[in-house]
């Protein structure tokens, strides 16, 4: 199967399990309970005609999980009909940041499909062999010491939005640890659990070496390895993340489904975004592809909020030198038909690897808080 036959399929056509629906005044550790065993990370809630999601991470917020319902820790989401197409769903789970999306049929909540749902299919898309890990990789990557406590790494987790954590030790990738892991190891206490539901009393903090509930057997992968690998991997070990690594062993990226459906929510080749360069030297010890790229997959997912977008480059300059070190000033400006969707974003860094990773989370950043007035609902 080609990647635009996937893109056009209609999701009828996709094989996806059915989800659990809640009402928003059920209690958390009823839903911690019912979701256990069933491999999603979220559940699908009604909130009177509304309808969104509630997922293992949005928990780690809770203290009291036996006494505090889900009603504010809802995603009002929306939906989609079957006969949307795979392109509208990967679209709608990028632009908006989530996992997954209801189901509806002739005005009913049928269930939901969730970003794992597509794997499978992905490994059948003939495009995603010549795919390498490095061009859709998540950069910068948090990582933590295995001597931080888990609350730090729970603070981690809700200060920036993330649900992966790699865990070092001298340096050296040791393990990683996920926001599932630390809501069933603290607030779904194991021995406080009935037939469907879970419950727990009050968490004062979350005490405790991290060593002690990270998964010390990751997916680990370097930066040439093919997609397909990564998510025949993914499947198999039933894991929701994979770490890239340089040949150093260095942790360089992360990899989760939500990166692998990247490729599925970009135009058409011939309609590939130009990015430029602007001050690149060939002394310059640097992948070119690696960073275009990475700039415009950042951009694409931009276009689902900002339309017209059209162009792109990036000035780069050499501003000081210290040893064999130098820091680089870039300059990602964007250029736009609409006068609200021009950005120029401006980010110094020591060393050119490094200064495209911090440009591109910044443009990221501005480009999804940015939102263009009239960007569907």
């Known amino acids: 199967m080609s990647l635009q036959e ?11 399990r059915s989800m659990k629906i809640f009402k928003s005044n059920e209690y958390v550790s009823k839903v911690l309970g019912a979701l256990a065993g069933t491999g999603y990370y979220e559940g699908l809630v009604t909130v009177g005609n509304k309808v969104g999601l509630v997922s293992i991470r949005d928990c780690l917020l809770v203290t009291q999980p ?24 990967v679209g709608k789970l990028i632009r908006e940041n989530i996992r997954a999306v209801p189901l509806l049929e002739e005005g009913d909540i049928i269930g939901g499909i969730d970003q794992t749902d597509l794997l499978e299919a992905l490994g059948e898309v003939s495009e995603y062999t010549s795919i390498r890990a490095e061009t859709v990789m998540k950069t910068p990557v948090y990582s933590m010491d295995s001597s931080e406590s888990i609350g730090a790494v729970r603070k981690r ?7 992966h954590i790699p865990i070092t030790e ?12 630390i809501v069933q190891t603290f607030i779904v ?56 690594v340089n040949p150093n062993n ?23 975004l130009p990015v430029y360069f602007v001050g690149l030297s060939d ?25 017209h977008i059209h162009e792109v480059a990036i000035v780069i300059e050499k501003t000081r030198e210290r040893g064999n070190q130098t820091l680089f000033e ?6 736009s038909t609409v006068p609200e969707e021009q950005f120029s974003i401006t980010e110094e860094e020591w060393g050119l690897v490094e200064a495209f990773a911090k440009l591109a989370e910044t443009l990221d950043s501005v480009l999804r808080r940015s939102k263009h007035s009239r960007q569907a609902s």
């Open 189 to 244: 206490p194991l021995g406080a659990m009935t037939v469907g539901e879970r419950s727990g009393e009050k968490i004062a903090r979350f005490e405790g070496d991290v060593k002690a509930i990270m998964d010390a057997s990751p997916i680990i992968a370097r930066g040439e390895t093919s997609t397909v690998t990564l998510i025949q991997e993914l499947s198999e070990r039933e894991k929701s993340a994979c770490i890239i």
């Open 66 to 89: 036996a006494q505090t319902t889900i009603a504010n820790l809802v995603t009002i989401t929306g939906s989609l009909s079957l006969h949307a197409s795979v392109r509208e769903l």
């Open 283 to 307: 002394e310059d010890a640097f992948d070119q592809g690696i960073a275009e790229a990475r700039i415009r997959r950042v951009v694409e997912r931009g276009i689902t909020i900002h339309p």
């Open 6 to 16: 996937f893109r056009n399929q209609q999701l009828r056509q996709v094989n996806y």
């Open 157 to 163: 987790m809700l200060d920036h939005d993330i649900s």
């Open 330 to 335: 870039l300059t990602a400006n964007v250029y």
């Open 250 to 272: 260095r942790i360089q990226g992360i990899i989760t489904p939500r990166e692998l459906l990247t490729p599925i929510a970009l135009r058409r080749e011939r309609d590939t």
């Open 170 to 181: 001298k340096d050296e990738l040791i393990g990683m640890v996920c926001a599932k892991d």
